[in-house]
């Protein structure tokens, strides 16, 4: 068999597994979104209590989320943290149609700065940060993806593989944004990130023990 040959017959056998995969992806049942046990995420976490904040009906139309969270967290110092959440099932694609960095400048932010840094000591997981700024107003962003299977997906490849695992091995490919923001006062950046990495790490677990479940429609 020629070199030609053997790699036209490769392609065909690839082109025929994939197309396979594909159909047997396709014959599984949608799923069910229960998001209700998400929606009640706790409104104190010590030592930070919180108030809802609705969101825009317009936006939230276009976000096209399955579940919308938006909170604002104080504690003792009064200095807030804002909260983001948006989840999105498998049969919305897992996955937010619309970036942050989309969200930010199309509301007219500039991203002044921006970088990915370790979540504890140990460095085993990141955040995505920004540095944005409006009018005078400074905020530090911290965001990062978060699945049934894994936390703190930076995006792009991350999330592909996960979603490509989910579906592969539970049929679950479901998503959610999550996204953290404080102000900058006095050009006080590292209280900020102080702030929204001590939040972060109280939050996350309690994201995954409240996991929003997914049942065969």
């Known amino acids: ?7 036209s017959t490769i392609l065909v056998v690839v082109l025929a597994a ?12 949608g799923l069910e979104v229960d998001a209700s046990a998400l929606a009640a995420l706790p409104e104190e976490i010590p030592p930070w209590w919180s108030q809802d904040v609705a969101l825009d009906e317009a936006v939230e139309a276009e976000l096209r989320a ?3 969270l938006q909170r604002v967290y104080a504690d003792a110092t009064g200095e807030p943290v804002w909260l983001y ?24 932010w500039s991203i002044d700065a921006e970088r990915r840094i370790p979540t504890d000591p140990s460095g085993a997981r990141h955040v995505n940060e920004y540095v944005v700024s409006r009018n005078g107003a ?3 962003v911290h965001f990062w993806f978060r699945s049934h299977r894994r936390s703190h997906l930076l ?10 695992v989910g579906r592969l091995g539970s049929g679950r490919s479901d998503g959610a944004l999550v996204r953290l923001s404080a102000d900058v006062t006095s050009g006080d950046e590292v ?6 990495l001590a939040f972060g790490a109280r939050l996350d677990p309690l994201l995954g023990e409240r996991w929003p479940v997914e049942t065969p429609r």
């Open 191 to 196: 209280g900020a990130r102080s702030r929204l």
């Open 138 to 140: 400074r905020q530090l």
């Open 155 to 164: 995006g792009g490849i991350d999330q592909n593989w996960d979603r490509l």
């Open 1 to 7: 068999m020629t070199r030609d040959r053997l790699a």
């Open 66 to 68: 399955d579940l919308n």
């Open 18 to 29: 994939v197309g396979s995969l594909g159909w047997w992806l396709q014959l599984r049942p």
């Open 85 to 108: 959440i948006g989840y999105y099932g498998t049969s919305r694609g897992g996955r937010p149609e619309h970036t942050p960095r989309g969200c930010y400048t199309g509301a007219g």
